[in-house]
């Protein structure tokens, strides 16, 4: 079974554009979550979506959005980019919406010039 | 969620077994103990997790203590591809898969 994908996997960006990333989950997974990692801050939460609907939001600004098609497959954007979203983007799946075990994707790593 | 503490460091032989401790002294009791691991520039990957009692699978084991209040994860045969940050993690009960990472242990398995 194919694992979690994630594209773009490199992106290079200037302040003030936005950036739309894509994930796709394990086959038959309907939960999402969405990770940044940076050397500082480690890894932290950003959402989780299951069935298309947002259940956890993290403590991110407003600028961090995503959202979760019919197909389970998931997007997030960051508007106005910033420098310090310069960071390793992490998408994980799981089968359903509680305390299941999270598979995750390589990640998309993120470069704001 | 309870706070887990990891030391930041450790050290083992290729081919020992590499025993990593974590606490998580408030943990409270539908809080499972979660281990992932992330290899330089990779994803996390899920290794094992449990309750209250201790667990094992293809990858290691999981020796939570009786009180709950830490754990130990044991690679028995631990590889240089071991190499990597360790997560404990104390996952909440509820309607979230949401995981709270700490700073982790980094494992370095020596030739």
Redesign the interface.
Same mark, same amino acid.
């Given at each position: 079974k194919a694992g979690?994908t994630q594209t773009p996997r490199y992106l290079i960006k200037t302040r003030g554009q936005q950036v739309t990333l894509s994930c796709s989950p394990i086959s038959g997974h309907r /939960?999402v /979550?969405w990770?940044q990692q940076t050397p500082g801050q480690? &890894? *932290?939460?950003l959402f $989780?979506y299951f069935s298309e609907t947002q259940?956890?939001k993290?403590n991110f600004p407003g600028r961090f959005s995503g959202r979760q098609f019919s197909n389970s497959r998931s997007e997030m954007n960051v508007s106005t980019l910033e420098l310090g979203d310069s960071a &390793?983007y992490?998408c994980?799946s /799981?089968l359903r919406?509680? &305390? $299941?075990? *999270?598979?995750?994707?390589?990640?998309t790593r993120l470069l704001v010039l | 969620d309870a706070k887990t503490t990891q030391p930041p460091s450790m050290d083992c032989a290729e081919g020992r077994a590499a025993n990593l401790p974590c606490n998580h002294s408030t943990i409270s009791g539908n809080e499972y103990v979660y281990w992932y691991r992330q290899i330089h520039s990779q994803g996390p990957q899920y290794i094992i997790h449990g309750l209250k009692n201790n667990e094992t699978n293809e990858m290691a084991s999981l020796i939570i203590t009786e009180d709950r209040k830490s754990s130990t994860l044991i690679l028995p045969h631990a590889t240089l591809r071991d190499t990597a940050v360790y997560y404990c993690i104390a996952q909440a009960g509820g309607a979230t898969n949401k995981l709270i990472f700490g700073t982790g242990t980094l494992l370095a398995v020596q030739p």
């Amino acid at each position: 079974k194919a694992g979690v994908t994630q594209t773009p996997r490199y992106l290079i960006k200037t302040r003030g554009q936005q950036v739309t990333l894509s994930c796709s989950p394990i086959s038959g997974h309907r /939960s999402v /979550s969405w990770y940044q990692q940076t050397p500082g801050q480690g &890894l *932290q939460f950003l959402f $989780e979506y299951f069935s298309e609907t947002q259940r956890n939001k993290g403590n991110f600004p407003g600028r961090f959005s995503g959202r979760q098609f019919s197909n389970s497959r998931s997007e997030m954007n960051v508007s106005t980019l910033e420098l310090g979203d310069s960071a &390793l983007y992490l998408c994980a799946s /799981s089968l359903r919406w509680a &305390l $299941e075990t *999270q598979y995750f994707g390589p990640g998309t790593r993120l470069l704001v010039l | 969620d309870a706070k887990t503490t990891q030391p930041p460091s450790m050290d083992c032989a290729e081919g020992r077994a590499a025993n990593l401790p974590c606490n998580h002294s408030t943990i409270s009791g539908n809080e499972y103990v979660y281990w992932y691991r992330q290899i330089h520039s990779q994803g996390p990957q899920y290794i094992i997790h449990g309750l209250k009692n201790n667990e094992t699978n293809e990858m290691a084991s999981l020796i939570i203590t009786e009180d709950r209040k830490s754990s130990t994860l044991i690679l028995p045969h631990a590889t240089l591809r071991d190499t990597a940050v360790y997560y404990c993690i104390a996952q909440a009960g509820g309607a979230t898969n949401k995981l709270i990472f700490g700073t982790g242990t980094l494992l370095a398995v020596q030739p």
